[in-house]
């Protein structure tokens, strides 16, 4: 199986501030793709952003960005701007481009400070 | 639009006691399936997938299997349930091999 890993189990940051998650992967494929989550309190998973590996450029929606470094297995998320609604577990995600299962680390909890 | 239903949405059972979650997905066909668990500290633990009718695939040996009747159904069962059962269940399901997982609502499960 492969691995992912969130090594930041809990942090915390101020609104309207910037915050970066960090995630890094263990593969040995060259084509996959790599998700952000998002688990509010409600539990639902809720999509943040994804990169394909073959892109350089790295993805952004809104105020999440990525910061996607292929050689390094790195994959970190910044959400720019917080806002008290981003408060919430962030699970960063792994799939093989020729296969079908997701795998996921073990999560990182995000506090946002009024 | 595409919907996943997972239910029931909390459920305690006693030790020894059998279970079946059920998930089904509206507005799509052929879709890939998912069973995961989440543990406190510990993530989403896949435990089985499904890419058609009758095609299972297990992650981790254990207590639980799973069954796809349907396209688009997908049940999660267990003979005899243990405490270590308990904890957050979640279906998903994904379309083709470029997309993301799309989750239900989750069963949080207690086994007593």
């Known amino acids: 199986a492969q691995t992912v890993t969130q090594s930041q189990p809990e942090m915390s940051v101020q609104e309207a501030e910037t915050v970066t998650l960090s995630c890094t992967y263990d593969?040995?494929?060259?084509?996959?793709?790599l998700f952000w989550y998002k688990q509010p309190p409600s539990r639902q998973m809720i999509l943040v952003i994804r990169q394909e590996a073959y892109k350089q450029q790295n993805a952004t929606e809104n105020r999440f960005s990525v910061n996607f470094q292929k050689a390094a297995k790195s994959f970190s998320l910044k959400i720019s701007d917080s806002q008290l609604g981003d408060a919430a577990m962030y699970f960063c995600?792994?799939?093989?481009?020729?296969?079908?299962?997701?795998?996921f680390g073990t999560g990182t909890s995000l506090t946002v400070i009024p | 639009s595409q919907t996943i239903h997972q239910w029931p949405a909390t459920l305690v059972q006693p030790v020894g006691s059998p279970l079946s979650l059920e998930c089904t997905v509206e507005g799509t066909s052929n879709p890939n399936l998912y069973w995961y668990r989440q543990a406190a500290g510990r993530g989403l633990q896949l435990l089985f997938y499904s890419v058609g009718i009758g095609q299972i695939s297990s992650e981790v040996p254990q207590n639980l299997s799973a069954s796809r009747p349907q396209d688009r159904q997908f049940i999660l069962s267990s003979k005899k349930l243990l405490l270590s059962d308990s904890g957050f269940y979640l279906c998903?399901?994904?379309?083709?091999?470029?997309?993301?997982?799309?989750f239900g609502q989750g069963t949080r499960l207690t086994v007593v």
């Open positions: 998903a399901w994904s379309q083709g091999r470029n997309t993301e997982a799309f």
């Open positions: 995600a792994y799939r093989r481009n020729t296969g079908n299962q997701f795998y």
């Open positions: 593969t040995s494929e060259s084509d996959y793709y």
